[in-house]
């Protein structure tokens, strides 16, 4: 990963942190690790725990960020919850995984789209 894209995303995650304390989410944890992997964002939205992927393009060349959560990029996302969600010995919260991408335009306001219960 070549600096100014993880600077890229690291832009996008803030934003993604923003948006949701505007909506009210409680952010719990960012870039949490777990073995390889990691999630951006965890976040309370009312009772419900939250595992946030966010990603983040410059262009679509590679096309729209939300089509880059795979079905393996899912499980690894899932893995990882189940593991904190273990680490942290909580067991009776609702859960689910919501996908944020962000797409940075030039001299544009970037487009922002947040789905809830994404998988």
């Known amino acids: 990963m070549t600096q100014s894209t993880k600077k890229t995303g690291n832009k996008g995650e803030d934003l993604a942190a923003s948006i949701l304390v505007k909506k009210g ?17 965890i976040a309370k939205d009312g ?8 990603k983040t393009r410059k262009n ?7 089509l880059a959560v795979t079905k393996g990029k899912q499980r690894q996302i899932r893995k990882i919850a189940e593991a904190y ?5 909580i067991t009776n919260s609702d859960c689910r995984m919501d996908v944020i991408a962000v797409q ?7 487009r922002i789209n947040h789905i809830e219960n994404a998988f």
Not at 25 to 41: A, T
Not at 60 to 66: M, R
Not at 104 to 110: L, M, S, T
């Open 60 to 66: 679509l060349e590679y096309g729209p960020p939300e």
């Open 85 to 89: 969600l273990y680490e942290k010995e």
């Open 25 to 41: 989410y409680q952010i719990v944890e960012r870039n949490y690790r777990y073995g390889k992997g990691e999630i951006d964002l």
């Open 104 to 110: 940075f335009y030039q001299n544009q306001k970037p």
């Open 47 to 54: 009772d419900v725990l939250v595992f946030i992927e966010v």
